[in-house]
Nanobody, 120 residues
Framework: QVQLVESGGGLVQPGGSLRLSCAASGRISGIYVSAGWYRQAPGKQRDLVAAIRSGGVTNYADSVKGRFTISRDNAKNTVYLQMNSLKPEDTAVYYC?????????????WGQGTQVTVSS
């Protein structure tokens, strides 16, 4: 079972930066497929922000391209989300996700979420 713990959220002014971290622990059954960050604003669905696949390929939501960067440190089992030029519309709870593949099925693991508030 995989446990994910996020950190790094908080209150920041528009134009500011934050770096989120997601530390993974526990045993993965099967193959690691991808790790990513999702966000959910009040009254809205949870949407993908950025993801990094096992081979290192990344993808981003159009709304964050050029401002956010996802990366990982395999030695530390940690995934990061560097967020620059933050806007009020980036305000949401950010969730870390890890997806694995085992015995012909995919499994998704989620962290508890970390609040990001962008406001002056």
């Amino acid at each position: 079972q995989v446990q994910l713990v996020e950190s790094g959220g908080g209150l920041v002014q528009p134009g500011g930066s934050l770096r989120l971290s997601c530390a993974a622990s526990g045993r993965i059954s099967g193959i690691y497929v991808s790790a990513g960050w999702y966000r959910q604003a009040p009254g809205k669905q949870r949407d993908l922000v950025a993801a990094i696949r096992s081979g290192g390929v990344t993808n981003y939501a159009d709304s964050v391209k050029g401002r956010f960067t996802i990366s990982r440190d395999n030695a530390k089992n940690t995934v990061y989300l560097q967020m620059n030029s933050l806007k009020p519309e980036d305000t949401a709870v950010y969730y870390c996700n890890v997806q694995t593949y085992y015995r012909s099925s995919y499994s998704d693991y989620w962290g508890q979420g970390t609040q990001v508030t962008v406001s002056s």
